[in-house]
C-alpha cells in the first residue's frame, strides 16, 4: 500500500470547515482513497473513501486532486465532537486490512 | 441494532502470564479483524478472519499470539507468556463479507497492561 504523510496536528474553530490534507504521491491506480477517525479512548470510525472523484456523505466531503496524489477531507461545519485523530489510508481495492499512519490529530476549538 | 463488543474494556496481567480478549463482532458479519495500538500510534494489523479461517495472519508478531474463530462469530486472541512490550489496546473490528471496499466497523477496544 502506498505511503500517506499527514501533518501531526492541526487547530480548527468551532462551526468553521476544517481541512485536513493528505499526501499520497506513490498511489497506484488500484489504490483507494480512505478517510477514518478515532475519537479519544474509542475504536476508529470509518467517514469515507473514494478513488477519483470527489465523494461527499452526510459526515464529510472528500476531495482527490485530479492526479490523485493528494485529497482533502473537508468536514463543513466542524464541531467540539469532531476532535479526533483523523487517519487517511491508502488501499488497493481487495485488500483486507488497514495500515494507519500516525494521523492528523484535529482540535476543535469554541 | 449492537456494534462490535470487547471484553475484558481492561485487562492487568503478570508478565510470564497467558491472556485472552474476547471480540463480539456485529451479526452477520463475516469479516474479522484484530489490530493493536501503541500508545500515539495508529492501529496495528495483526489477523483477519473469513469465517472461522484465518485468511491473513501476516501482523501477528510471533508465536506466543494466537487467534481462534471456531464458529465464524466470537473470536478469541491469545498471548501466552506475555511480556511488557505487548502492552497496548487490543481493538477488533468486523466487515460485510470482507470484500475490500467494505467499512470495517471497529469496536471500543480492550486495554492489555502487563506488569
Known amino acids: 500500500d502506498a505511503k500517506t504523510t499527514q501533518p501531526t496536528s492541526m487547530d480548527c474553530a468551532e462551526g468553521r470547515a476544517a481541512n485536513l490534507p493528505c499526501n499520497h504521491s506513490?498511489?497506484?491506480?488500484?489504490?483507494?482513497v480512505y478517510w477514518y477517525r478515532q475519537i479519544h479512548s474509542q475504536g476508529p470510525q470509518y467517514i469515507i473513501h473514494g478513488l477519483k472523484n470527489n465523494e461527499t456523505n452526510e459526515m464529510a466531503s472528500l476531495i482527490i486532486t485530479e492526479d490523485r496524489k493528494s485529497s482533502t477531507l473537508i468536514l463543513p461545519h466542524a464541531t467540539l465532537r469532531d476532535t479526533a485523530v483523523y487517519y487517511c489510508?491508502?488501499?488497493?481495492?481487495?485488500?483486507?486490512?488497514?495500515?494507519f499512519g500516525q494521523g492528523t490529530r484535529l482540535t476543535i476549538n469554541p | 441494532g449492537a456494534g462490535v463488543s470487547q471484553t475484558p474494556s481492561n485487562k492487568v496481567t503478570e508478565k510470564g502470564k497467558y491472556v485472552e480478549l474476547r471480540c463480539d463482532p456485529i451479526?452477520?458479519?463475516?469479516?474479522l479483524y484484530w489490530y493493536r495500538q501503541s500508545l500515539g500510534q495508529g492501529p496495528e494489523f495483526l489477523i483477519y478472519f473469513q469465517g472461522t479461517g484465518a485468511a491473513d495472519d501476516s501482523g501477528l508478531p510471533n508465536d506466543r499470539f494466537f487467534a481462534v474463530r471456531p464458529e465464524g462469530s466470537v473470536s478469541t486472541l491469545k498471548i501466552q507468556r506475555t511480556e511488557r512490550g505487548d502492552s497496548a489496546v487490543y481493538l477488533c473490528?468486523?466487515?460485510?463479507?470482507?470484500?475490500?471496499?467494505?467499512?470495517?466497523?471497529f469496536g471500543p477496544g480492550t486495554r492489555l497492561t502487563v506488569l
Open positions: 451479526s452477520g458479519h463475516t469479516a
Open positions: 506513490t498511489i497506484s491506480g488500484n489504490e483507494y
Open positions: 489510508i491508502v488501499r488497493v481495492f481487495g485488500a483486507q486490512k488497514l495500515v
Open positions: 473490528a468486523s466487515s460485510l463479507m470482507g470484500q475490500g471496499d467494505n467499512e470495517q466497523f
